[in-house]
């Protein structure tokens, strides 16, 4: 439902239309309240029934995809500018989201964003993930490097900027196929 976000904010800048800005809406408040975990800010992965409630049988999620989260960071973030509503609401999740990839999936050493991993708990990649999962792929790269630079644009906290040069040096220097002007699909590190 991030990518519905994603096309009806495009629709309603391209629109104006009352009725693309209602749906925008609906579908934005619904996306942050059951797509978002309330208690640990990180994007919600697993299987929704239709009525978008987790299954009965419930247990904490093994790990989560930090991608997905700083993913739904920018695009709520754009949605509401797109809209013109007040942004505090949006940008406030927003930012535990980011804050959330930061904590747990960001390499502050070297740069990049893990694949996937722990909800909560061990914040250190190289001690909880097994060296096959030391994974970074191209696309959570590229929605790392958006969702830092608007939420350093949002709070002007250097903690983002921050964090934008070192994902950006990753990037540049790992990520980055020169030779084709491509991105490697995946890097893994030690």
């Given at each position: 439902?991030?990518h519905?976000?994603e ?7 391209a629109s ?5 800005a ?5 579908v934005?408040?619904l996306v942050?309240?059951?797509a978002?975990d ?5 994007a919600i992965?697993?299987?929704?029934d ?6 009965r ?14 993913e739904l960071a920018?695009?709520?973030g754009?949605?509401?500018e797109?809209?013109?509503d ?6 406030a999740v ?7 990839a930061l904590?747990y999936?960001?390499?502050a050493?070297?740069?990049g964003?893990a694949?996937?991993?722990?909800p ?5 990649l190289?001690?909880y993930?097994?060296?096959a ?7 959570e ?7 830092t630079?608007?939420?350093y644009?949002?709070?002007g ?14 990037v540049?220097?790992h ?6 002007g491509e ?6 590190w030690?």
């Amino acid at each position: 439902h991030l990518h519905v976000v994603e096309a009806l904010t495009t629709l309603f800048e391209a629109s104006g239309a009352a009725a693309h800005a209602r749906h925008l809406r609906a579908v934005l408040q619904l996306v942050l309240a059951r797509a978002v975990d309330p208690r640990h800010h990180h994007a919600i992965d697993e299987p929704l029934d239709r009525h978008w409630r987790r299954p009965r049988i419930r247990r904490a999620p093994r790990r989560v995809s930090y991608g997905h989260g700083v993913e739904l960071a920018w695009l709520a973030g754009r949605a509401v500018e797109a809209l013109g509503d007040p942004p505090e609401p949006v940008r406030a999740v927003a930012l535990r989201l980011v804050d959330h990839a930061l904590r747990y999936g960001f390499d502050a050493r070297r740069g990049g964003l893990a694949h996937w991993g722990p909800p909560v708990g061990q914040a250190r990649l190289a001690l909880y993930l097994p060296a096959a999962d030391r994974v970074k792929h191209w696309w959570e790269q590229a929605e790392h490097l958006v969702a830092t630079l608007d939420a350093y644009r949002w709070t002007g906290a250097g903690r983002y900027l921050a964090a934008f040069a070192r994902q950006f040096e990753w990037v540049w220097r790992h990520q980055m196929d020169h030779a084709a002007g491509e991105w490697f699909e995946a890097t893994a590190w030690r």
